[in-house]
C-alpha cells in the first residue's frame, strides 16, 4: 500500500505523461459512422457562468500533470487548455474536513459535499445520488484468500449507475453556465442518466449511443425526456459521429473534468467516516473517469488526515477491449484498440479519454491492472448473485473476476482486505447474466 505526506499527489511537471506524445482523443476519421436519427435543440450560448463554481477554499482548479498547468473551475470545458491533454481536481482538504466534522449543512449524499466540489450548498442539481453503498460478501473472502471483501453495489443510484455522481455534477455546471442544452457520446448508461439529471435541471440532452446499446438504457433515455442518436455499430462509432457532428451544447462526455468531481465522491462516502481503508480496490475500467476521480477523492482524503493510507488500486478489463491493461503492462502510452469485441458494453471503450489519467492513479497508489474474459466475469456475477445476494451486474463482474485472478497470480499475497466496485445495476445486464445460466443447462 501507498502512503502519502499529505501533499498533492500530482505527477511532477516535465515528466513524459504515460498517455505520452500524440495520444489519440478523438476518434474522427478513423472510424466510418452512421448516424441514423438526426435531432436538433437549443445550443449552449457560450455565455460566462451567471454564478460560476468557486475557489475560495473549495477546489482549487484542475491541475495538468503534462504542462503544469492549474485552470481554473470557469476556464474549462473538457481538456487542458493549453495542451490538450487530461486534467484531475485539486481539492482542498480542509473544506473536506469541514464536512466531516458536521460544518456544513444536514445535506445528505452527494449534496453534502457540495462546498469542496466549489457549488454552493443547495445548487447541484439532486436526485438522490451518493451514500454509502458498501455491502459486506463473507462468502467471496475465502476464495480470494483475506479476511473481508466488501462490494460497493453503485447500481443503487437513482438511474442504476455510479454515473449519477458524475452526471450530477456535470448538469450542475452546465446550469451555471447557462446552457441550453448538454451532449454526450455514451454506451448507454451516462446517456440515461445525463437525460435524468438534464429533465430536472429543465435543460434539454442529446447523447450518440451506439446501436447495440441495451433498449432498457435507450428507452429509459426518452423516458427522461433525452433525445438520443442511435449510430449503427459500436460505441467508436458513435463518438466518431459525437465528434463529427460538432454540436454546440455543453459536453459532459467522458473527458469532461467536472465528472472526475462526482467520482471523488465515491472515495469519500467509502471512507471519509473511517481512516480504515481496505488494502485493495478492483473496479471495472472503460475511459477511466471513474478510476482517476476516485483516486483524486483518495488522495484528498489522506490530506485531509481522513486515510492511514491509501490503497491499492487495481483496474479490471475484458480481454477484448483492454487498452489500459496493454498501456499499463507495457509501460506505455495508451494506444486505440483496434477491434474491441466483448459483449460487457460499458467497458467496450477503445480509445480511453482520459487513460493517462488512469494510469497516473496507478502508478501512485502502487497498483495494477489485471484482463478477465467475458466468460469468466459473466460466471463470476451470477456465483456472486448467489452466494452474496447482491444482484452483481456484468460489468461488475469484471471487476470481481479480476479479484479472483489478482489473487490466483499473488498480486494480493500481502493484502487482507479487498473492495470491489460495481458501478450498474445488473437489471441493466440482467439478459447477460441470463445467458451464463443457459450455458450452465438452467
Not at 4 to 30: A, F, I, K
Not at 200 to 206: F, N, V
Not at 311 to 332: F, K, S
Request: charged share 20%.
Amino acid at each position: 500500500m501507498a502512503s502519502y505526506d499529505g501533499e498533492r499527489q500530482n505527477l511532477p511537471v516535465g515528466r513524459e505523461r504515460r498517455g505520452g506524445p500524440g495520444r489519440t482523443t478523438s476518434l474522427t476519421g478513423h472510424i466510418a459512422a452512421t448516424r441514423i436519427r438526426s435531432v436538433t435543440g437549443p445550443h449552449f450560448s457560450g455565455a460566462a457562468p451567471q454564478t460560476g463554481m468557486h475557489t475560495d477554499g473549495a477546489l482549487a482548479g484542475f491541475d495538468c500533470s503534462s504542462c503544469g498547468t492549474t485552470v481554473a473551475p470557469d476556464d474549462i470545458e473538457t481538456t487542458c487548455p493549453e495542451c490538450g491533454d487530461p486534467v484531475t481536481p485539486a481539492f482542498d482538504p480542509d473544506a473536506l474536513e469541514a464536512v466531516f466534522e458536521g460544518k456544513t449543512d444536514h445535506a445528505t449524499g452527494l449534496e453534502r459535499f457540495a462546498p469542496v466540489l466549489g457549488f454552493d450548498s443547495g445548487s447541484v442539481v439532486s436526485l438522490g445520488a451518493g451514500g454509502n453503498t458498501v455491502i459486506d460478501a463473507p462468502s467471496l473472502a475465502h476464495g480470494i484468500g483475506v479476511d473481508d471483501f466488501q462490494i460497493a453495489d453503485e447500481g443503487r443510484n437513482p438511474t442504476g449507475s455510479a454515473v449519477d455522481r458524475e452526471l450530477a455534477v456535470a448538469v450542475s455546471v452546465a446550469v451555471e453556465r447557462d446552457a441550453d442544452q448538454v451532449v454526450l457520446p455514451s454506451t448507454g448508461n451516462a446517456a440515461r442518466s445525463a437525460a435524468a439529471y438534464a429533465g430536472r435541471a429543465d435543460l434539454e440532452s442529446l447523447a450518440y449511443v451506439p446501436s447495440r446499446t441495451p433498449f432498457v438504457e435507450k428507452a429509459m433515455t426518452n423516458v427522461h425526456g433525452g433525445d438520443l442518436s442511435v449510430v449503427e455499430g459500436r460505441y467508436a462509432d458513435a463518438v466518431a459521429a459525437y465528434d463529427a457532428e460538432g454540436t454546440d451544447g455543453f459536453p459532459i462526455g467522458p473527458d469532461s473534468p467536472f465528472r472526475q468531481l462526482g467520482a471523488a465522491t465515491l472515495a469519500w462516502d467509502l471512507f471519509g467516516r473511517s481512516a480504515d481503508s481496505p488494502d485493495a480496490v478492483v473496479l471495472p475500467v472503460g475511459h477511466g473517469t471513474r478510476l482517476a476521480g476516485f483516486f483524486a477523492g483518495l488522495t484528498a482524503l489522506d490530506a485531509a488526515g481522513r486515510l492511514d493510507s491509501v490503497p491499492r488500486l487495481y483496474a479490471a478489463q475484458p480481454a477484448g477491449c483492454a487498452p489500459i491493461v496493454t498501456a499499463h503492462e507495457n509501460d506505455g502510452g495508451i494506444e486505440a484498440w483496434e477491434t474491441p469485441d466483448s459483449v460487457i458494453g460499458p467497458l467496450e471503450i477503445p480509445d480511453p479519454a482520459v487513460g493517462s489519467l488512469a494510469l497516473d492513479a496507478l502508478d501512485v497508489s502502487d497498483g495494477g491492472t489485471v484482463v478477465v474474459g467475458d466468460d469468466d466475469a459473466l460466471a463470476a456475477a451470477v456465483d456472486a448473485n448467489a452466494s452474496t445476494g447482491v444482484e452483481v451486474s456484468a460489468t461488475g463482474g469484471v471487476a470481481l473476476a479480476g479479484a479472483q485472478k489478482l489473487a490466483e497470480r499473488d498480486a494480493l499475497e500481502s493484502v487482507t482486505s479487498v473492495l470491489v466496485v460495481d458501478p450498474l445495476a445488473a437489471a441493466a445486464e440482467s439478459d447477460l447474466l441470463r445467458s451464463q445460466l443457459m450455458s450452465r443447462g438452467i
